[in-house]
């Protein structure tokens, strides 16, 4: 999709090609998308979204354990899914640069 640009390092004004993972002038990491921290809030989000489905599900309809892991799954699939979609949206086409200082 993107192969033939280039992003500018932040950190050393280089332009790098497109799915380099290091930056030729000053070798700094770069990732694409949608950074790992927010990755595991969204799995956070899901799951706390899934055990309250089933503890709302536990107190007004069924205390079938079963059931209740239905629930569970079917609630966490779906927001994670959901979360998915929301992060490529917002991190498509996203770099990160993420400068190493080496001691040598
Ligand atoms: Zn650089």
């Known amino acids: 999709m993107q192969t033939n640009q280039t992003v500018s390092c932040p950190h050393c004004m280089n332009d790098v090609p497109w799915g380099a993972s290091v930056c030729r002038g000053c070798h ?3 990732a694409y998308g949608t950074p790992g921290a ?12 899934g055990w309250y489905a089933a503890k709302l599900v536990h107190d007004h309809l069924s ?8 629930v569970f799954g079917v609630v966490l699939v779906l927001v994670g899914i959901l979360s998915i979609k929301i992060c490529k949206r917002l991190y498509k086409g996203r770099t990160w640069f993420r400068r190493i200082y080496r001691t040598k």
């Open 38 to 49: 927010i990755t595991i809030f969204f799995i956070v989000v899901s799951v706390a979204a």
């Open 28 to 30: 700094a990491e770069i």
């Open 63 to 70: 205390t079938n354990s079963t059931f209740l892991w239905i």
